[in-house]
């Protein structure tokens, strides 16, 4: 199976292409696309997942250290992402999904991770568009879908840089 690696964006350069956009809601959950920026050699998909209450102590425990291989219930999970750009569903593996913030204030449990997606896109044709396709099915956040037009058409090739 085709996977978008985890690569981080360029570190400097690239310019932004769709802002801030709600994806998902649920109990004690939402799912925001912070932001896509185009760059010469690709696309970085900024997300963010916030949960509190029972989704928040599923997600606590999902993705903490797995130190005892005995465990069977010490299975590791976290928001899986499918990425389409140009026909191609591929898997997203995260770059930099961590620092996840947990956090027990008043007795009240929250988590939040911000996870980036690289998209590497040498192709020649104009990416006008991401399909977006996420779920996190262990804390409650059923598989979710969004077409995310871009502000303008990025040909790799030819994206402005804005540094």
């Given at each position: 199976m085709r996977r978008w690696p985890e690569n981080p964006a360029p570190a400097c350069g690239g310019t932004e292409v769709h802002d801030h956009r709600l994806l998902a809601t649920g109990h004690h959950l939402t799912l925001h696309l912070n932001r896509v920026v185009a760059y010469d050699t690709g696309l970085a998909v900024h997300l963010a997942?916030?949960?509190?209450?029972?989704?928040?102590?599923?997600?606590?425990h999902q993705t903490r250290?797995?130190?005892?291989?005995?465990?069977?219930?010490?299975r590791w999970s976290y928001l899986d992402v499918w990425l389409d750009v140009i026909d191609h569903l591929v898997?997203?593996?995260?770059?930099?999904?961590?620092?996840d913030v947990h956090?027990?204030?008043?007795?009240?449990?929250?988590?939040?991770?911000?996870?980036?997606?690289?998209?590497?896109?040498?192709?020649?044709?104009?990416?006008?568009?991401?399909?977006?396709?996420?779920?996190?099915?262990?804390?409650?956040?059923?598989?979710?879908l969004a077409t995310v037009a871009l502000v303008r058409p990025v040909n790799p090739r030819r994206t402005p840089s804005r540094f």
């Open positions: 997942l916030t949960a509190a209450a029972d989704p928040a102590r599923r997600a606590r250290p797995l130190t005892d291989p005995q465990d069977l219930s010490a898997v997203a593996d995260p770059y930099r999904a961590r620092p956090a027990a204030a008043a007795g009240r449990c929250t988590y939040r991770t911000e996870p980036q997606y690289w998209i590497p896109t040498e192709s020649d044709v104009a990416v006008r568009a991401i399909t977006l396709t996420a779920e996190w099915r262990e804390i409650g956040l059923e598989p979710t």
